[in-house]
T-cell receptor, first 112, second 111 residues
């Protein structure tokens, strides 16, 4: 069974530029999560999808962040414009209805 | 505000010893508890989960849960240098609710 796939693995951009991250969850996992992880910190939830519906996005900075999960499978997380403080690892995870999360390798963003 | 607290470490133990990692949580309604291991530069991977009070053993790993004290721990027996990583405690209210993660405890097993 293929794991959660994320791309790109690394992205370096200048501040004020846009950036997008893509995630393909494990087949059959209806719940998809985007977490942000800063160095030395645990993952922090940005948004959670149940199929194509965003059911928990209270921690998503909606002035610059947006996400979508069309057709309830792949998801894209976008930042526009990026700020220096957005430098972090963006983790995508998926799960069935058990709460056990399976993470992708993450997308490491550096904003210069 | 749901909080999950862990000592950031580093926790250093000699090879072959028992490593004890601890976690406390603030929400008494929490029902599911997970331990993830994260190697440097890698993503978290699930080690164990526990839902009921008491101990749950899986190989060299034992998870312990005490809901009255709002405390969950992970014991690693016969620690190996390959166990050196950051261990993240994660707590959920129930079922498919989003997990809240602690900051993690960095474990170093010295050969």
């Amino acid at each position: 069974e293929a794991g959660v796939v994320q791309s790109p693995r690394y992205k370096i951009i200048e501040k004020k530029q846009p950036v997008a991250f893509w995630c393909n969850p494990i087949s059959g996992h209806n719940t998809l999560y985007w977490y942000l992880q800063n160095l030395g910190q645990g993952p922090e939830l940005l948004i959670r999808y149940e199929n194509e519906e965003a059911v928990d996005d209270s921690q998503l900075p909606k002035d610059r962040f947006s996400a979508e999960r069309l057709k309830g499978v792949d998801s894209t997380l976008k930042i526009q414009p990026a700020e220096l403080g957005d430098s972090a690892v963006y983790l995508c995870a998926s799960s069935r209805n058990t709460g056990e999360l399976f993470f992708g390798e993450g997308s490491r963003l550096t904003v210069l | 505000q749901k909080e999950v607290e862990q000592n950031s470490g580093p926790l250093s133990v000699p090879e072959g010893a028992i490593a004890s990692l601890n976690c406390t949580y603030s929400d008494r309604g929490s029902q599911s508890f997970f331990w993830y291991r994260q190697y440097s530069g890698k993503s978290p991977e699930l080690i164990m989960f526990i839902y009921s009070n008491g101990d749950k053993e899986d190989g060299r790993f034992t998870a312990q849960l005490n809901k009255a004290s709002q405390y969950v721990s992970l014991l690693i027996r016969d620690s190996q240098p390959s166990d050196s990583a950051t261990y993240l405690c994660a707590v959920g209210i129930s079922g498919n609710t989003p997990l809240v993660f602690g900051k993690g405890t960095r474990l170093s097993v010295i050969a």
